[in-house]
Protein backbone atom coordinates (compact mmCIF):
# COMPACT_ATOMS: atom_id res chain seq x y z
CA UNK A 1 0.00 0.00 0.00
CA UNK A 2 1.34 3.09 -0.61
CA UNK A 3 0.56 5.61 2.25
CA UNK A 4 0.13 9.77 1.57
CA UNK A 5 0.09 10.99 4.64
CA UNK A 6 -0.76 14.79 3.64
CA UNK A 7 0.15 16.26 7.56
CA UNK A 8 4.13 16.33 6.01
CA UNK A 9 3.36 19.18 4.20
CA UNK A 10 2.05 22.43 6.24
CA UNK A 11 -0.84 23.81 4.33
CA UNK A 12 -4.59 25.18 5.29
CA UNK A 13 -5.05 20.89 5.84
CA UNK A 14 -3.17 21.77 9.41
CA UNK A 15 -5.92 24.68 10.31
CA UNK A 16 -8.97 22.65 9.98
CA UNK A 17 -7.32 19.60 11.56
CA UNK A 18 -6.70 21.86 14.72
CA UNK A 19 -10.24 23.15 14.60
CA UNK A 20 -11.43 19.36 14.19
CA UNK A 21 -8.99 18.44 17.04
CA UNK A 22 -9.90 21.15 19.58
CA UNK A 23 -12.10 19.89 22.40
CA UNK A 24 -13.54 23.61 22.11
CA UNK A 25 -14.15 24.12 18.53
CA UNK A 26 -15.52 20.79 18.12
CA UNK A 27 -18.48 21.73 20.33
CA UNK A 28 -19.90 23.28 17.30
CA UNK A 29 -21.15 20.20 15.30
CA UNK A 30 -21.54 21.83 12.16
CA UNK A 31 -18.60 23.19 12.07
CA UNK A 32 -16.97 19.99 12.89
CA UNK A 33 -19.21 18.34 9.99
CA UNK A 34 -17.48 21.38 7.49
CA UNK A 35 -14.27 21.08 8.96
CA UNK A 36 -14.46 16.61 7.75
CA UNK A 37 -16.17 18.26 4.72
CA UNK A 38 -13.15 20.31 3.80
CA UNK A 39 -10.62 17.74 4.51
CA UNK A 40 -12.62 15.26 2.40
CA UNK A 41 -12.40 18.06 -0.75
CA UNK A 42 -8.92 18.67 -0.10
CA UNK A 43 -7.45 14.79 0.00
CA UNK A 44 -9.82 14.51 -3.18
CA UNK A 45 -7.78 17.17 -4.84
CA UNK A 46 -4.79 15.41 -4.06
CA UNK A 47 -5.97 12.12 -4.98
CA UNK A 48 -7.35 13.83 -8.51
CA UNK A 49 -4.02 13.95 -9.26
CA UNK A 50 -3.48 10.29 -9.70
CA UNK A 51 -6.69 9.74 -11.44
CA UNK A 52 -6.68 8.82 -15.38
CA UNK A 53 -6.84 11.71 -17.75
CA UNK A 54 -7.33 12.22 -21.52
CA UNK A 55 -6.63 15.39 -23.70
CA UNK A 56 -9.83 17.71 -24.44
CA UNK A 57 -10.19 20.39 -26.72
CA UNK A 58 -13.42 22.38 -25.58
CA UNK A 59 -14.92 25.56 -27.85
CA UNK A 60 -14.91 29.13 -25.22
CA UNK A 61 -16.92 31.98 -27.36
CA UNK A 62 -13.78 33.13 -28.43
CA UNK A 63 -11.49 30.18 -29.77
CA UNK A 64 -10.61 26.59 -28.66
CA UNK A 65 -8.43 25.68 -25.59
CA UNK A 66 -6.48 22.29 -24.95
CA UNK A 67 -7.22 20.96 -21.68
CA UNK A 68 -7.42 17.39 -20.35
CA UNK A 69 -10.45 15.50 -18.19
CA UNK A 70 -10.24 13.08 -16.24
CA UNK A 71 -11.76 9.91 -17.21
CA UNK A 72 -11.93 7.56 -14.37
CA UNK A 73 -15.68 5.71 -13.40
CA UNK A 74 -15.52 6.60 -9.60
CA UNK A 75 -17.59 4.35 -6.66
CA UNK A 76 -17.62 6.54 -3.69
CA UNK A 77 -18.32 4.09 -0.48
CA UNK A 78 -18.74 5.43 3.01
CA UNK A 79 -18.84 3.71 6.34
CA UNK A 80 -22.17 5.11 7.69
CA UNK A 81 -22.38 7.22 10.20
CA UNK A 82 -18.87 9.20 10.38
CA UNK A 83 -17.70 8.74 6.96
CA UNK A 84 -20.88 10.74 5.79
CA UNK A 85 -19.31 14.34 6.12
CA UNK A 86 -16.04 12.97 4.56
CA UNK A 87 -18.37 11.59 1.68
CA UNK A 88 -20.07 15.18 0.98
CA UNK A 89 -16.21 16.50 0.69
CA UNK A 90 -15.45 14.26 -1.89
CA UNK A 91 -18.97 13.61 -3.71
CA UNK A 92 -17.85 17.67 -4.09
CA UNK A 93 -15.11 17.13 -6.13
CA UNK A 94 -16.06 14.12 -7.96
CA UNK A 95 -19.82 14.91 -8.33
CA UNK A 96 -20.21 12.28 -11.49
CA UNK A 97 -19.32 9.65 -8.63
CA UNK A 98 -21.68 6.63 -8.29
CA UNK A 99 -22.21 6.06 -4.58
CA UNK A 100 -21.87 3.07 -2.02
CA UNK A 101 -22.32 2.80 1.53
CA UNK A 102 -22.20 0.65 4.42
CA UNK A 103 -22.46 0.50 7.81
CA UNK A 104 -20.00 -1.15 9.74
CA UNK A 105 -19.69 -1.05 13.21
CA UNK A 106 -17.86 -2.43 16.25
CA UNK A 107 -19.42 -5.53 18.72
CA UNK A 108 -17.40 -3.39 20.94
CA UNK A 109 -20.32 -0.82 21.48
CA UNK A 110 -22.45 -3.62 22.84
CA UNK A 111 -19.96 -6.18 23.99
CA UNK A 112 -16.21 -4.46 25.68
CA UNK A 113 -14.75 -7.62 24.84
CA UNK A 114 -14.96 -7.96 21.67
CA UNK A 115 -13.76 -6.19 18.51
CA UNK A 116 -15.41 -7.90 16.06
CA UNK A 117 -16.98 -5.56 13.17
CA UNK A 118 -20.65 -6.15 11.88
CA UNK A 119 -21.89 -5.18 8.80
CA UNK A 120 -25.67 -4.76 8.61
CA UNK A 121 -26.48 -2.64 5.59
CA UNK A 122 -24.39 -2.24 2.32
CA UNK A 123 -25.62 -0.43 -0.75
CA UNK A 124 -23.53 -0.90 -3.76
CA UNK A 125 -23.53 -0.49 -7.45
CA UNK A 126 -20.90 -2.83 -9.42
CA UNK A 127 -17.42 -2.04 -9.15
CA UNK A 128 -15.71 -3.92 -12.11
CA UNK A 129 -12.93 -2.30 -13.95
CA UNK A 130 -13.97 0.96 -11.66
CA UNK A 131 -11.80 3.89 -9.56
CA UNK A 132 -12.87 2.67 -5.83
CA UNK A 133 -13.03 5.43 -3.68
CA UNK A 134 -12.83 3.99 0.12
CA UNK A 135 -14.10 7.06 2.70
CA UNK A 136 -14.07 6.42 6.77
CA UNK A 137 -12.65 9.54 9.05
CA UNK A 138 -11.44 7.39 11.77
CA UNK A 139 -8.47 4.63 10.78
CA UNK A 140 -8.38 2.96 14.57
CA UNK A 141 -8.14 -0.60 14.00
CA UNK A 142 -8.51 -0.87 10.13
CA UNK A 143 -10.52 -3.81 10.94
CA UNK A 144 -13.81 -1.70 9.47
CA UNK A 145 -12.20 -1.10 6.22
CA UNK A 146 -10.61 -3.99 5.79
CA UNK A 147 -14.68 -5.85 6.71
CA UNK A 148 -15.95 -3.38 4.40
CA UNK A 149 -13.19 -4.39 1.29
CA UNK A 150 -14.71 -8.28 2.21
CA UNK A 151 -18.39 -7.45 1.81
CA UNK A 152 -17.79 -5.25 -1.29
CA UNK A 153 -16.32 -8.26 -3.20
CA UNK A 154 -18.97 -9.76 -4.48
CA UNK A 155 -19.67 -6.41 -6.62
CA UNK A 156 -16.88 -7.22 -8.51
CA UNK A 157 -12.66 -6.10 -8.89
CA UNK A 158 -12.11 -2.39 -9.15
CA UNK A 159 -9.42 -1.50 -11.29
CA UNK A 160 -7.72 0.73 -8.78
CA UNK A 161 -8.17 1.31 -4.85
CA UNK A 162 -8.43 4.64 -2.83
CA UNK A 163 -8.77 4.82 1.01
CA UNK A 164 -9.50 8.04 2.23
CA UNK A 165 -9.20 8.94 5.81
CA UNK A 166 -8.75 11.67 8.64
CA UNK A 167 -6.83 10.45 11.86
CA UNK A 168 -5.45 7.23 11.46
CA UNK A 169 -3.51 4.96 14.27
CA UNK A 170 -0.25 3.48 13.34
CA UNK A 171 -1.78 0.12 13.95
CA UNK A 172 -4.21 0.86 11.75
CA UNK A 173 -2.12 1.97 8.95
CA UNK A 174 -0.27 -0.91 9.92
CA UNK A 175 -3.03 -3.51 9.75
CA UNK A 176 -4.57 -2.35 5.94
CA UNK A 177 -0.95 -2.01 4.48
CA UNK A 178 -1.20 -6.22 4.87
CA UNK A 179 -4.37 -6.12 3.60
CA UNK A 180 -4.52 -4.54 1.30
CA UNK A 181 -2.02 -5.15 -1.92
CA UNK A 182 1.10 -3.17 -2.81
CA UNK A 183 -1.03 -0.32 -5.88
CA UNK A 184 -3.97 0.79 -3.07
CA UNK A 185 -3.35 4.14 -1.98
CA UNK A 186 -3.62 5.51 1.80
CA UNK A 187 -4.67 9.03 1.81
CA UNK A 188 -4.64 10.20 5.20
CA UNK A 189 -4.22 13.66 6.78
CA UNK A 190 -2.62 12.41 10.25
CA UNK A 191 -1.31 9.29 11.62
CA UNK A 192 -1.18 9.48 15.55
CA UNK A 193 0.87 7.19 17.33
CA UNK A 194 -1.79 5.01 19.78
CA UNK A 195 -5.18 3.51 20.61
CA UNK A 196 -6.30 3.34 23.77
CA UNK A 197 -7.92 0.04 25.41
CA UNK A 198 -11.56 1.10 24.06
CA UNK A 199 -9.80 1.16 20.28
CA UNK A 200 -10.21 4.75 20.24
CA UNK A 201 -6.80 7.15 18.75
CA UNK A 202 -4.82 8.89 20.85
CA UNK A 203 -4.82 11.78 20.95
CA UNK A 204 -7.14 11.96 17.66
CA UNK A 205 -10.35 14.03 18.86
CA UNK A 206 -12.84 11.84 19.59
CA UNK A 207 -15.81 10.20 18.77
CA UNK A 208 -15.94 11.30 15.21
CA UNK A 209 -19.98 9.81 14.72
CA UNK A 210 -21.16 11.63 17.86
CA UNK A 211 -19.43 14.61 17.22
CA UNK A 212 -20.58 15.51 13.88
CA UNK A 213 -23.78 13.85 14.71
CA UNK A 214 -24.46 15.66 18.22
CA UNK A 215 -24.88 12.48 20.83
CA UNK A 216 -23.54 14.20 23.72
N1 LIG B 1 -13.74 6.04 15.82
C1 LIG B 1 -13.78 7.30 16.30
O1 LIG B 1 -14.74 8.02 16.08
N2 LIG B 1 -12.74 7.74 17.03
C2 LIG B 1 -11.66 6.98 17.29
O2 LIG B 1 -10.74 7.46 17.95
C3 LIG B 1 -11.64 5.66 16.78
C4 LIG B 1 -12.68 5.22 16.06
Redo the contacts with the bound molecule.
Keep these: MQINNLSETPSILNTYMSELRDKDIQKDSMRFRRNIERIGEIIGYELSKSLHFEPHTIETPLGSSDTVLHKSDIVLCSILR ?1 GVPLHNGLLNYFDGAENAFISAYRQHQKNPESFEIIVEYLACPSLEGKTLILAD ?2 L ?1 TGQSMVATFDALKPFGKPKDIHIVSVIGAQQGVDFISNAFDEDTKLWIAAIDKNLNEK ?3 IP ?6 DLAFGNK
Design positions: APMAGYIGLGDAG
